[in-house]
Every structure is written in C-alpha cells, then in structure tokens.
C-alpha cells in the first residue's frame, strides 16, 4: 500500500471512495482489472468475474473504471464526500506543499522547450 496511506496529508481510510461492483450486473469482462493502474481490483478466474481487493488504493475522486464499465456495474459514492473532505480537512497545506515540487518540475520542463 507504500504511498496510497494519504491523501494530502487525510489518512486514505478516513475517506469512503472506492468502487462497488454491482454482481446483479457484472459481466466478468475484466476491463475494471485491467485499466486500474492501482490494484483496487483483482480478477476470480473460477467465478469469471471481477473483485475489489485493495479498495483504498483506489485515488480520490477517480472513476475511470465505472465509466469505462461496459454494463454500469462500478458505482461510487456522491463526489461530495470528497468535497467535504477538501471544505473540513485543511488539505491546502499540503496542496500547496505538492505544487511547490511541482513547480521544480516545470521549470525544468520549461527549460528544455
Ligand atoms: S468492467 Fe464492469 S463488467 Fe467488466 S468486470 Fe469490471 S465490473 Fe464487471
Ligand atoms: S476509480 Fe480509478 S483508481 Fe479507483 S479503482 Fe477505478 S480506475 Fe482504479
């Protein structure tokens, strides 16, 4: 789980996002597996369907995979407890912090346009 524990600077587990997969609708395709670059999922090859095992590795506010779901069976909670999060829990500290490192970057990108 090395570098998925926060969320700037919020313990990841103190925030409820993660996918939910619907079995009524599932179809086992595997997609959701296969383009989560962060290993929320793993695949049941005897059940032929999809799992969530590492759910809070999933980041903030992502739903690639419920959109790229060909069925509709990958749902979320309402993008306002992440809002909520971003209202209650001072995470601009940190926000800040990350740009300052990011602005490192671009200069050097800059550069070398
Ligand atoms: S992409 Fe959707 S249908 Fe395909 S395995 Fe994942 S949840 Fe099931
Ligand atoms: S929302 Fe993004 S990070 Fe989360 S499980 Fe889906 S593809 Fe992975």
Redesign the pocket.
Known sequence: MKGYDQWFGVPRKEIAWY?KIDPAKCIGCGLCVA??G?E?YSYDFADRRSVVVKPYN??VG?????NLCPVGAIEFPSIEIVRDVIKKCGVFKAVKEKLKEKHGDFVERAKKC
Do not use: A
């Open positions: 996918p383009i989560c962060r929320v999933c980041l992502c739903t690639t995979c419920s």
